[in-house]
T-cell receptor, first 114, second 115 residues
Framework: AQSVTQLGSHVSVSEGALVLLRCNYS??????LFWYVQYPNQGLQLLLK??????LVKGINGFEAEFKKSETSFHLTKPSAHMSDAAEYFC????????????FGDGTTLTVKP | DTGVSQDPRHKITKRGQNVTFRCDPI?????LYWYRQTLGQGPEFLTY????????KSRLLSDRFSAERPKGSFSTLEIQRTEQGDSAMYLC?????????????FGEGSRLTVL
């Protein structure tokens, strides 16, 4: 079985500041890891994914995440926040052996202050 | 646009009524998933199809819930005798088994409000 824990349900940063959203996972086999973004009343959009290639993954809108097996972490970062980054972010884990299902964390709401 | 589409986007109903949601996946995708998302939580898996076969159902899917994908294309999720606890966003997602790269492609969801 797999699980995801997102530390901090709400994160607030100033525009231009570093964004750091934390995600830890638990998996019995090598996982695939994802970050999705969700804007109000919309579905989820993939930001980036880790599928056992490079441990530092770059995604859309300037986001990146680093897979650290020793820490079972997959934290999301962006060097400089923009107002348009305000949204809810979900970390997810999936296994190739599990019919492609993903298990999601409870999400982190990012607020960007002007 | 050939993404995942869901209909209706919003549904308000009275307790005890039946509701049905439809999902049209990306055309070449043979896997289709239903998730439920309540306020402040991440999506929770309900069920999934590979082609027309429903291969797994979560224990979250009570007897009042039924999902179908009759021809392996669109899918419907029906909730009978709705309860206030059914109020949530119902998300549909799809993927392609043969070229599985892990991510799910989501529709914009169907929000259900049960009064």
């Amino acid at each position: 079985a797999q699980s995801v824990t997102q530390l901090g349900s709400h994160v607030s940063v100033s525009e231009g500041a570093l964004v750091l959203l934390r995600c830890n996972y638990s998996s019995s086999v090598p996982p695939y890891l994802f970050w999705y973004v969700q804007y109000p009343n919309q579905g989820l959009q993939l930001l980036l994914k880790y599928t056992s290639a490079a441990t530092l993954v770059k995604g859309i809108n300037g986001f990146e995440a680093e897979f650290k097996k020793s820490e079972t972490s997959f934290h999301l970062t962006k060097p400089s926040a923009h107002m348009s980054d305000a949204a809810e972010y979900f970390c997810a884990v999936s296994l190739n052996t599990n019919a492609g299902k993903s298990t999601f964390g409870d999400g982190t709401t990012l607020t960007v202050k002007p | 646009d050939t993404g995942v589409s869901q209909d209706p986007r919003h549904k308000i109903t009275k307790r005890g009524q039946n509701v049905t949601f439809r999902c049209d996946p990306i055309s070449e995708h043979n896997r289709l998933y239903w998730y439920r998302q309540t306020l402040g939580q991440g999506p929770e898996f309900l069920t999934y199809f590979q082609n027309e076969a429903q291969l797994e159902k979560s224990r979250l899917l009570s007897d009042r819930f039924s999902a179908e994908r009759p021809k392996g294309s669109f899918s419907t999720l029906e909730i009978q005798r709705t309860e206030q606890g059914d109020s949530a966003m119902y998300l549909c997602a799809s993927s392609y088994r043969e070229f599985w790269t892990g991510e799910l492609f989501f529709g914009e969801g169907s929000r259900l409000t049960v009064l």
